[in-house]
């Protein structure tokens, strides 16, 4: 059993809070014990785990205070795992394209949008946040593993494209046929550049007077549903 905070396995899993070290060593970490199936169902096996005392999940035990203390979650984690990040694979339609997206909690939710409801590729594009951090994968629900997304920008993503857009767009009706549907960050939305190589752009109604416009994550849940509903009819 693990009892030393100065453990070096300890060490890995608060070096790994940051992205740079994320990406240079290519790891990431996962807290509980439906993230650590997750992985496990997508056919990946942790480089390391580090359980609470008595969890019967394998791994090496750690003393519940000093897993407590690596744990972002606070406390009440039983599994704490390290992976090697996954590689992705080429983009191909349909495709879920991200621009700016910072905040981590959205692009994981996103990620587990698309996976679920389009199996659809996710390409991020610059000033997106790190799908591997802690808040997004934990948004995803560990469709990170199945769907895992792209670092590659808007020119990998597959055409034609769509853009989502807060005011002024065509009915929803014209991401039929999309094979990429392209996303800004809330408040500055996408830029011309992106703008000018999507055929189309899209507003999706909103009912309530006053309504300013969706969160990023739901309007991603929206056009991947009507996107399915689009390939089915076809």
């Given at each position: 059993?693990?009892?030393?905070?100065?453990?070096?396995?300890?060490?890995?899993?608060?070096?790994?809070?940051?992205?740079?070290?994320?990406?240079?060593?290519?790891?990431?970490?996962?807290?509980?014990?439906?993230?650590?199936?997750?992985?496990?169902?997508?056919?990946?096996?942790?480089?390391?785990?580090?359980?609470?005392?008595?969890?019967?999940?394998?791994?090496?035990?750690?003393?519940?205070?000093?897993?407590?203390?690596?744990?972002?979650?606070?406390?009440?984690?039983?599994?704490?795992?390290?992976?090697?990040?996954?590689?992705?694979?080429?983009?191909?339609?349909?495709?879920?394209?991200?621009?700016?997206?910072?905040?981590?909690?959205?692009?994981?939710?996103?990620?587990?949008?698309?996976?679920?409801?389009?199996?659809?590729?996710?390409?991020?594009?610059?000033?997106?946040?790190?799908?591997?951090?802690?808040?997004?994968?934990?948004?995803?629900?560990?469709?990170?593993?199945?769907?895992?997304?792209?670092?590659?920008?808007?020119?990998?993503?597959?055409?034609?494209?769509?853009?989502?857009?807060?005011?002024?767009?065509?009915?929803?009706?014209?991401?039929?046929?999309?094979?990429?549907?392209?996303?800004?960050?809330?408040?500055?939305g996408l830029p011309d550049e992106v703008l000018s190589g999507c055929r189309a752009a899209?507003?999706?109604?909103?009912?309530?007077?006053?309504?300013?416009?969706?969160?990023?994550?739901?309007?991603?849940?929206i056009a991947c549903d009507r996107m399915r509903e689009a390939r089915s009819d076809a």
């Amino acid at each position: 059993m693990i009892e030393s905070p100065q453990n070096e396995k300890l060490k890995l899993v608060r070096r790994l809070r940051d992205r740079k070290h994320r990406e240079r060593e290519g790891l990431f970490v996962t807290e509980g014990e439906d993230l650590l199936a997750a992985g496990r169902a997508a056919g990946a096996e942790p480089r390391l785990l580090l359980t609470a005392p008595g969890s019967e999940l394998g791994g090496e035990e750690v003393e519940r205070d000093l897993l407590d203390s690596v744990s972002e979650l606070g406390s009440g984690t039983r599994a704490i795992a390290v992976w090697q990040r996954p590689e992705a694979a080429p983009a191909a339609a349909p495709c879920v394209y991200l621009h700016g997206v910072g905040d981590p909690g959205n692009v994981g939710a996103v990620v587990r949008s698309a996976h679920a409801l389009l199996d659809a590729a996710v390409v991020l594009g610059p000033g997106s946040a790190d799908p591997f951090s802690h808040r997004a994968v934990r948004a995803s629900m560990g469709s990170v593993f199945a769907r895992t997304p792209l670092g590659a920008g808007f020119e990998a993503t597959p055409e034609p494209r769509v853009a989502l857009v807060a005011h002024g767009g065509e009915g929803i009706e014209a991401l039929s046929g999309a094979a990429t549907v392209c996303l800004g960050a809330e408040r500055e939305g996408l830029p011309d550049e992106v703008l000018s190589g999507c055929r189309a752009a899209v507003t999706i109604p909103l009912r309530a007077e006053g309504a300013e416009s969706l969160n990023v994550a739901a309007a991603a849940a929206i056009a991947c549903d009507r996107m399915r509903e689009a390939r089915s009819d076809a």
